[in-house]
């Protein structure tokens, strides 16, 4: 059921995904040279979405848990932008034949999912996602408290 805690953690995480993939996008190209054409909004999707199940229905409680279900928000943002991501280039790579089977190109992917993961463990990314998510799941609970 749609709730007013739902939409602004939906919202709000939605934005911090953007905010986090355009901190991200200078480490993408730097590195691999990769174009980035839809890598905020597509993040920023993941991000909706993860807001609206797990930080959103857990709002309304306490502050001290919507803490623990922002944080918990941003590392399934976390996941889930690196397994869409790594998907799409591993179906990339093998639509140019580049695997000799499937198991192959599924290692690879989980290889790619452990070295975007790298990539995007420094303190530039880091803090300011932490901080990001704190806020903005106080930011839900605070809407959530006043709009249930």
Known sequence: MPTGGKLIAALSFAALAYFISDLMKPILMDTEGTRVGWLS???????????????????GKTYRQSFGFGLTTLAATFFWVFIVWSGYKMLSRSVQLRYDGPMEALQQMAQLCVDYAKLVATQEILIPAIVGALFMSWLTEFFARRWS
Do not use: E, H, R, Y
């Open 41 to 59: 909004p597509l993040n920023a999707c993941v991000g909706f979405v993860m807001g609206w199940t797990i930080l959103g229905n857990g709002s």
